[in-house]
């Protein structure tokens, strides 16, 4: 093999710089090797783009969690297995009552799977690294934005959810009020009143805290993640975002957004002020104002399924997968691609109508 040909901007240190056509953030760096090498015996790392069900999401995640598997499009590695999170359906049906069953389909479980992993990845040192950034916490990084899938997949179907506990403590302080006319009673002296009092008020505090997609998620982590924060390197801003949220100023200067906050803009609500918020994806804006910005950089962008009646999926890469010696490259790249297209098989009814157009994402 000649040199020319081993190298296309070889140098005698064996690097080289090259730019990429469409994108504008300078030149990329490339170690070369100094001696060309037999291309057979090359390693590759692979990282693939594709269009996904979220129900293969669950599916690559749960292998990605186990100790040995045989999935061609899961990660192996064992850095990222802890802060995975499987949710499955009797976690849904257990703790969030008013969801209906039909609605907890495979998608469903995808989307709260991914999602609940890059919440928990911060509570791991090793995941939540300035030097990595978000991207690097989980295997699986969404291209599609966690608000385009939130809003397609699962938003209708929290409603009920999301406001129950409030209905349920209306009416508890309407039959509080009602309670009080008939226990009140002349005869009963100061301090049984304060007592009373008091117990009232306890009862009543226990009873306001409604479901939100912040304490869905903390409680499918097992995690307290109310003070916990995604972050990103150097605290420096790469590309000023035009979106205006509360604290986006202490965000930026600090490279760090809170979870609380990222599931509050999704939902659209914050629970604790009971106000509505402009629903966006912080995630997605962060990464894209701290970094070149891959995690859901391709917004509202999905793409058909292969299965004529699978609707719209959402597009994710999967990284930290098995390296690939050169030989062998092609043969794995086409088996991967058949494991990608069967999971585009219809394996049951979905549930979950998709809509055709993006006018609920105007906010993103």
């Known amino acids: 093999m000649s040199q020319k040909a081993w190298g296309p901007c070889r140098t005698k240190e064996g690097g080289c710089k090259v730019t990429v056509e469409g994108f504008d953030k300078g030149e990329w760096e490339v170690e070369w090797p100094k001696e060309a090498k037999d291309m057979d015996m090359v390693t590759y790392s692979p990282q693939l783009t594709l269009p996904l069900p979220l129900s293969a999401i669950l599916d690559i995640l749960k292998d990605a969690k186990k100790a040995t598997h045989r999935n061609l499009l899961a990660s192996k590695g064992e850095t990222k297995k802890a802060a995975i999170v499987i949710v499955d359906k009797q976690d849904i049906t257990k703790n969030f009552k008013e969801i209906k069953p039909k609605s907890i389909t495979n998608d469903f479980l995808g989307f709260f799977s991914l999602l609940t992993s890059y919440c928990t990845a911060t509570c791991i040192p090793d995941l939540n690294r300035r030097d990595d950034g978000p991207k690097h916490s989980c295997s699986i990084m969404p291209r599609t934005s966690f608000l385009t899938q939130y809003v ?3 938003e209708d179907h929290l409603t009920a959810q999301f406001q129950a506990k409030d209905d349920k403590k209306d009416d508890k302080k309407d039959d509080k009020k009602k309670d009080d006319k008939k226990k009140d009673d002349k005869k009963k002296d100061d301090k049984k009143k304060d007592d009373k009092t008091k117990d009232d008020k306890k009862g009543e505090s226990s009873t306001s805290t ?6 869905m998620v903390e409680k ?3 995690k307290d993640l109310d003070k916990k924060t995604f972050k990103w390197q150097n605290a420096k801003v790469l590309n000023q975002p035009k979106e205006v949220w509360e604290g986006k100023k202490e965000d930026l ?12 803009y999704l939902q659209g609500y914050d629970p604790e002020t009971k106000k509505k918020l402009p629903q966006m994806d912080l995630l997605r804006i962060m990464d894209a104002a701290m970094r070149h910005g891959q995690i859901g950089a391709f917004s509202v962008t999905m793409e058909t399924s292969l299965n004529p009646n699978g609707g719209l999926v959402p597009l994710v890469e999967l990284r930290d997968l098995e390296p690939i010696k050169g030989k062998e490259l092609g043969k794995t790249l086409g088996d991967m691609q058949k494991v990608a297209v069967n999971y585009h098989k219809p394996s049951g009814k979905r549930s979950v109508d998709v809509a055709e157009d993006s006018q609920l994402l105007d906010e993103e």
């Open 253 to 264: 200067e600090k490279g760090e957004l809170s979870v609380k906050k990222f599931l509050n």
């Open 220 to 222: 499918l982590s097992g």
């Open 210 to 215: 409604s479901t939100s997609l912040f304490s």
């Open 152 to 154: 397609f997949f699962v």
